[in-house]
Nanobody, 115 residues
Framework: QVRLVESGGGLVQSGDSLRLSCVASRSVLNIEIMGWYRQAPGKQRELVGNFFVNGVTNVIDAVEGRFTISRETATNTFFLQMNNLRPEDTAVYYC?????????WGQGTQVTVSS
């Protein structure tokens, strides 16, 4: 089991940037999949993007070109860099790790984008 602690959310204006961080309780070097999800009010939780153990990343079309996912092994942290934020990006953002049969979630951090 991996304990995940998120930070970096907040209230920003349209066009601003935020970087979310997710610190893991163990090395992220061998975690198979590190992902970011979000849940907007009244909607289901959706995948934002993944960082795979081989370094490959992907994000959903809605954030392509604006959001990127990265990893910093020295601090056991992975990040979601969010640029050019839009009001429709408002949601609670969660980090998640998948390793073997284990799936673990962070506590969530609120991102609110005003127009």
């Amino acid at each position: 089991q991996v304990r995940l602690v998120e930070s970096g959310g907040g209230l920003v204006q349209s066009g601003d940037s935020l970087r979310l961080s997710c610190v893991a309780s163990r090395s992220v070097l061998n975690i198979e999949i590190m992902g970011w999800y979000r849940q907007a009010p009244g909607k289901q939780r959706e995948l934002v993007g993944n960082f795979f153990v081989n370094g490959v990343t992907n994000v959903i079309d809605a954030v392509e070109g604006r959001f990127t996912i990265s990893r910093e092994t020295a601090t056991n942290t992975f990040f979601l860099q969010m640029n050019n934020l839009r009001p429709e990006d408002t949601a609670v953002y969660y980090c998640q790790t998948q390793s073997g049969l284990s799936i673990d979630w962070g506590q969530g951090t609120q991102v609110t984008v005003s127009s």
